[in-house]
């Protein structure tokens, strides 16, 4: 490709409101066009990366027996029906109406159309197991969509489905996968991946995990201990902690006129915030009714571990707490609680033998709660966040730390929900019918291409692994206006072509510097500069983007040696 | 890929909603389920030919100097208002409100698209020509799918927008992408698919030509000239006819009581059909006044071409034409006729001196009607559909043939109607804003998959050519049972693989009957039966699936013989 035809323009800055540096650096490259909040049109170097990921998912989809097949985009309602998600899921889904008056929706994953693709057609547990696969475009409607690729409405993903007639079987062919993942990502040239135990979240099932890339911009928070290998999802991270439970002590009212957060409460009685009950009010999405989580003064409530405790929907209480609800906003606590609310005692709070809690009552709170003798036996339940420096439920030091992570991939176990739902059965070797126990396995492919980037770059552009750069090699002609430099240019072009690599050929009439500042926002990984004076000295100059070497060869012989480096850059990905 | 493990059953019989072979046997060989109306999933097979043909395609493009891109499957409504076609295409295109209320709409078509990336990034006249294409899901919400992938609402097309600084540059350009599109088909093994020119419909533009594929079954009417290279989609057609000038007589109005049709008038009048004028009466979509248009008695009005000459939507008048509309049904003639219809003369009538026609008075015609004397000058225009024997356009023989034809792909010289409507403008060498003038081409991937099973296939089942074939090689192991058998089998299929060939085993053990009639619906084209018999002889029995050879070949270097024979198929589709 000569650069003089790409479709594309390259720019000095990105418009504020690209916020991190990928989506900055894809921007200011020619990579995208915005189209709508979180639609993009892809110009020619992001169509090649996103295809050469496809093709890396596609190969080791394939060497695990995954079968591509094809679903609709669109969809009738009815499938959607019959799963329970057409009502479970709000306005994510994008739903319309077709001339039949036929409700229709856009699929934003894609279980419901492979059990409807697999049902009836295997019917006997000798056809299992099997996978099914499809790389296709999917329409999430998303209420933030940011970070340009990172996160999207529609977008391009691989979705993957296997079928088993026994949990064992699907954890044997789980774990094929979960290989199969980390292959891809490192044939993809992602250096930071690490899988993490994750909340299964709307898709149902149980054991779940998700392919994180390691990145300050990361919108998932992880918690990684540093001496074994635990990792998961904040979200699936259990929230262990040591109590001192300390002496037990009478209960007492004490006056704290206007005293209603935990830092207040701490000035004032100058104890620590461990010792304290901190309340934090939920309402049900269902019927605005409350739900009151008590957790050790020094910690959150992860809000996502709590849905998947009460089995409901539920938002932070707003403004609405008011006294006729039994709820006293700054002085909640266990003792003498409106039986109105719902509520939730954290972990971190059994086996402390006096706290510090509200006493609904304005301007005053207990001490010396004791929650068996005042309150009585009450189930303790995780819900809390965990933090740097919490116990690792594996290894049990006070090794956890906290980064932030972008999802690229996630596999699930997902159960026989939508089998059971949709009424798919085979029939076991005895004749018995059996609903198939389902996995599924998805990779963003934007998402990845975007995530990459991030995690691979420089302040003047991506710097592309070869196993996914648009072209493997640039050609810097440093003087077009020169017959000779570019009868010299052009002939290594079609040379390096006739080898087979792939080359992007700077043929324009334009000064070293900018030619160079687009080169670097091509990311492309070796680079030729061919001038005049590299030409009087019979040879080209060699640059690798990133910046592991820089050389001159030899005019002769140059295509066989630049075919040699690319092929080395490249043996780093075949794995 | 085991047959075994292969997802998709085959079928004896096919739904009895099934027409035509094709969807017949693409339903039956287990190539795709039925989801909702015009909306299929495509099992493995179907995945394996339409990624084949897509990569022909692809590199047919590229060859071209084509820029892969990819644009969003959902976009605003806003862009779409810009070229006016939010509002002037109906119910085919799907819309929806996003979840922020914003009108959204789902891509039948992409030169809004093409038109938003392009904008802004190519503005001098120095970046063109360039050409864009993608590979993607499209809906269109048809009103009558039918016949399996031929006509579906949700479908796979490659989309192709260039972008001209000159009528002459996109002439040539159109021409190189004739070319390819020829080379796209014949690569593909699509036998009989001709360029014929056609009407350009929603599109805009004026020359356009459709490839077609023939075949009975096709929804598209041609007119071929037997004796010259004159092709043309009827509605493209000129209808040529000579006419008997006959002599002057007077106007004379004649009782022909209940005499409505030509057929009757022709039995009680005892003359020619070619000396009738016949009404045909529409009614233009605005707002349902009448169009009244006369043409030769033993023809038909062709609406596209009527439509295209008025410039306005029309339909065929119902039941209402009334008389106080002044239009008396089966007594309608130019003469008298009331002067509220727009009246249409076709050009089949230009020279006719004595016409019969209705006296616009119930049970009354006109005998010898001259329109220059009785109506006064007249334009005549073409709207008559041609006909079988018809005069050539071109060639001026009496050589018009009739056939029918699936359209595969299309291209249109656009001109600058999206440009324009969206203000997008380069700068010529003088440094005058111009708008682009644009071309675009498509190509519908399932329909074509599908339109060369319907031209290749026998009672049986698909005969797919090697270069779309879902595999090259069929191992049918007819003793699954007997380990000997299934050993050569495996090793066979190992061997074979390594080779690169694409193997399809049937691995089961079932009769060679059923494993011959599902062989059949694989249409694989060169298939290898291993039995204990063939074993006995050392031999493999090779048969193509076209039939074109059977025999046997000693176990002994039979890899590579495969390897040959399958080289040798796929050297007929590299052009």
Chains 1, 2 share one sequence.
Not at 401 to 410: H, L, P, R, S, Y
């Amino acid at each position: 490709m000569k650069v003089s035809k790409l479709l594309g323009e390259r720019f000095k800055n990105a418009p504020s409101d690209c916020l991190i540096d990928s989506h900055k650096l894809m921007v200011r490259g020619g990579y995208m066009k915005y189209m709508a909040n979180g639609i993009y049109s892809l110009f020619m170097p992001t169509k090649r990366i996103t295809r050469k990921i496809e093709n890396i998912i596609r190969e080791e989809m394939d060497k695990i027996d995954g079968q591509e097949v094809m679903f609709p985009v669109v969809m009738p309602a009815n499938l959607w029906r019959k799963s329970g998600r057409y009502d479970s899921i709000g306005s994510e889904m994008a739903r319309f109406t077709d001339r039949n008056n036929n409700d229709m929706v856009l699929g934003m994953t894609h279980e419901e159309a492979a059990v409807h693709l697999a049902k009836d057609t295997a019917q006997s547990y000798a056809d299992y197991p099997f996978m099914i696969y499809q790389i296709q475009t999917k329409f999430r409607d998303e209420p933030r969509s940011r970070g340009g690729l990172i996160r999207v409405r529609e977008f391009t993903m691989k979705d993957a489905y296997s079928f088993h007639t026994s949990q064992e079987d699907l954890e044997e062919y789980y774990q094929k996968c979960f290989t199969a993942y980390e292959r891809i990502f490192k044939r993809a040239g992602a250096k930071n991946v690490i899988p993490v135990k994750s909340d299964s979240g709307m898709m149902g099932g149980s054991v779940s995990h998700e392919f994180m890339l390691l990145a300050d911009i990361g919108e998932d928070t992880l918690a990684i201990c540093s001496e074994c290998d635990f990792k998961a999802n904040m979200e699936a991270a259990p929230c262990i902690v040591e109590n001192i439970s300390g002496d037990v002590q009478p209960l007492e009212k004490i006056f704290t006129p206007d005293i209603k957060t935990i830092d207040d409460l701490h000035k004032f009685l100058d104890c620590d915030t461990k010792q304290f009950g901190k309340a934090v009010v939920y309402q049900k999405n269902s019927d605005d009714s409350y739900v009151v989580v008590f957790v050790r003064g020094d910690l959150e409530v992860n809000e996502t571990k709590l849905r998947n405790y009460l089995g409901v929907d539920i938002h932070p209480a707003q403004d609405i707490v008011t006294e006729e609800c039994g709820i006293v906003p700054g002085f909640i606590g266990p003792v003498n609680l409106t039986d109105k609310a719902v509520v939730v005692y954290d972990k971190s709070l059994e086996g402390i033998n006096a706290l510090v809690c509200g006493a609904n009552e304005k301007d005053y709170h207990y001490k010396g709660i004791n929650i068996r003798r005042d309150v009585g036996e009450v189930t303790y339940v995780d819900v809390a966040k965990t933090f740097e420096g919490a116990i690792c439920p594996v290894c049990g030091k006070h090794s956890v730390t906290i980064k932030k992570g972008i999802e690229v991939g996630n596999i699930f176990q997902l159960g026989t929900k939508y089998t059971k739902a949709m009424n798919m059965t085979y029939l076991d070797n005895k004749g018995q019918a059996q609903y198939p126990i389902m996995g599924c396995y998805g990779i963003g492919v934007g998402r990845l291409a975007a995530s990459i980037c991030e995690e691979s770059h420089d302040d003047y552009g991506p710097i592309w692994p070869i196993s996914i750069a648009p072209w493997q090699v640039e050609i810097c002609n440093l003087r077009a206006k020169d017959d000779n430099v570019s009868a010299e240019c052009e002939k290594l072009y079609q040379h390096l072509m006739d080898l087979g690599i792939e080359v992007l050929y700077d043929d324009r009439a334009v000064r070293p510097g900018f030619m160079f500042a687009d080169a670097d926002l091509f990311g492309i990984p070796v680079r030729v500069v061919i001038s005049p004076k590299t030409l009087e000295k019979n040879c080209y100059e060699i640059s690798f983007r990133d910046k592991s070497f820089k050389g001159e060869i030899p005019v002769e012989n140059a295509p066989a040696q630049i075919k040699a480096m690319v092929e080395k850059l490249l043996s780093e990905y075949n794995l």
